[in-house]
């Protein structure tokens, strides 16, 4: 009896060394993972703010909330144990998975790029139509969190899937403890700093108030001045990491696409940083090509499946 207890404790110390051991692993774990989605991150903080322009400011930081709580909901309770269960039975799925999200990364990616010199769409959009015209304010915000909630729902999708190919060989409690980390982690990042982006011009303003020291007076007239800019700027990032990210994906999915930018990596190893730089636009602008390719299928099968209204017979 006694014997039989102490090999049962024994037991339980050595799994407990194990667990101890393998969450020893989590931070270094959670930090390259954090590494290899940063492109999505960048896109996903670049990509918020455009939810909240033109809202009652008052409500700012409460829209950002909800978005907030529903994408933490979605990482911690849907995707990240979709990885898992997939990762279990079906494996092979996750990297054709993540290759198709690459490829709405780069359609996304490219339409941007394409509302960008196209002034035309942008005075259309610009536009207001009888909906928008009658519309609440409460219908209005209602709609932005529902748009910015599917926008983040598709990369968080992403991250989650990256974040689990990273500790797939890991044991299970790791990847457990990686992934709701990570989602975690991630969610307070991107919506923290999206409040401050937001919140920007009125701590610019504040400080530009006579009752505090000249020099804070000009910093804060500055952030005032330099946000619109620095949201343009954002802009174009977030359209940069979106391409690049979505074609390195899908590059690292096809063996024929992944070794060619390992020799790339090769030849500028004694300049890391300009070999970054090469692949990145490299990857660029191959998403933008294939981003491209995307939309030009889509817009076919739009016009193949589109009801023309001239060819309906009225009796």
């Known amino acids: 009896m006694a014997t039989g207890l102490l090999a049962l404790l024994d037991d339980v110390a050595a799994l407990v060394k194990v667990s101890a051991a393998s969450l020893d692993d989590v931070p270094t774990q959670v930090a390259k993972t954090t590494g290899k989605v940063s492109g999505i991150v960048i896109d996903d903080t670049a990509v918020t703010p455009k939810y909240v322009v033109g809202l009652d400011p008052k409500r700012e ?6 978005i907030a709580k529903k994408s933490l909901i979605n990482k911690a309770l849907f995707l990240g144990p979709a990885a898992l269960v997939l990762g279990y039975f079906a494996p092979s799925i996750i990297p054709y998975l993540l290759m198709v999200g690459g490829a709405f990364l780069c359609f996304e990616g490219y339409e941007k790029v394409h509302s960008m010199f196209s002034k035309s769409k ?17 219908e209005l915000e209602k709609q932005r969190v529902g748009s910015a909630v599917r926008t983040d729902f598709i990369l968080s999708a992403e991250i989650m899937a990256i974040a689990y190919a990273t500790v797939a060989e890991t044991p299970l409690l790791t990847q457990i403890v990686v992934l709701l ?14 409040g401050l982006i937001v919140k920007a011009d009125d701590i ?3 400080m530009a108030q006579d009752k505090f020291h000249p ?11 330099s946000m619109p800019k620095f949201l343009t700027i954002l802009g174009y990032i977030g359209t940069a990491a979106m391409l690049w990210v979505g074609a390195e994906i899908i590059a690292h999915g096809l063996p024929f696409m992944h070794h060619p930018l390992e020799s790339l ?5 004694g300049v890391p940083a300009l070999g970054w730089l090469v692949k990145v636009i490299l990857l660029a602008l191959g998403g933008v090509i294939l981003g491209a390719i995307i939309a030009k299928i889509v817009g076919l099968v739009h016009k193949l499946f589109k009801k023309d209204p001239a060819k309906k017979v009225t009796h």
């Not at 959009?125 to 304010?137: A, F, S």
């Not at 990596?265 to 190893?269: C, G, M, S, Y």
């Open 61 to 66: 930081l409460s829209i950002i909330f909800q």
């Open 122 to 138: 942008h005075e259309s959009q610009d536009e207001p139509t009888k909906e928008m015209e009658i519309i609440t304010p409460q």
């Open 181 to 194: 980390v990570v989602a975690i982690f991630i969610t307070i990042l991107v919506y923290g700093f999206v």
């Open 204 to 206: 610019g303003l504040h």
């Open 215 to 225: 020099t804070t007076q000009k910093i804060g007239r500055s952030i005032v001045k």
């Open 265 to 269: 990596e090769h030849t500028f190893a």
